[in-house]
């Protein structure tokens, strides 16, 4: 990997292995190679964002190279509680299943993911701590898919 995985050295990663909380918000640089660098070596991550930056157009929305590959890697965070992929162009319906294995996971958003389906999205019952869900700008996001989602999650945790 090139030192323009994330527009740091691995070296800079490595020196990192405490970090709880990272933002690469609006970082068009990062690629799956990027996330696998940071789930391989910051294992104590709470908090992750890897959401598009609003100044880049619909245009550019491929300059976000998150594709499920990255969402496997990610999963393997198992000390995760937050994460934030809106708006990460490349995700499907396959990314998720990836995520379902996310037990501590309790934030997540993926607004704006235009590929995501009703189908995939009704997966995420199986994140039982779930207690905040963003699916603006999500299409596969309908009154039925929250309906089931509120009565599937909310059984879970009484």
């Not at 800079?12 to 799956?32: A, E, F, Q, R």
């Not at 294992?43 to 491929?62: E, G, M, N, V, Y």
């Not at 309790?106 to 995939?120: D, I, K, N, Y």
Request: glycine residues 6%; charged residues 15%.
């Amino acid at each position: 990997m090139g030192n323009t995985t994330l527009g740091v050295s691995p070296t800079d990663i490595h020196s990192l292995p405490n970090l709880t909380v990272l933002s690469l918000s609006g970082c068009s640089k990062i690629t799956d190679d990027g996330v696998e660098l940071i789930a391989e070596n910051l294992q104590k991550l709470r908090s992750l964002d890897l959401s598009w930056c609003p100044r880049i157009t619909d245009a550019a929305l491929d300059c976000v190279h998150i594709t499920d590959i990255g969402i496997g890697y990610i999963s393997t965070m198992l000390s995760l509680s937050s994460l934030y992929l809106r708006w990460c162009s490349q995700i499907r319906d396959f990314g998720l299943q990836h995520l379902c294995g996310m037990r501590n996971l309790q934030v997540l958003s993926l607004a704006g993911c235009p590929l995501l389906t009703s189908s995939g999205l009704s997966s995420l019952i199986q994140l039982r701590h779930m207690r905040e869900l963003e699916l603006t700008n999500c299409p596969g996001a309908s009154r039925e898919l929250f309906d089931y989602l509120r009565e599937h999650l909310r059984a879970a945790s009484s």
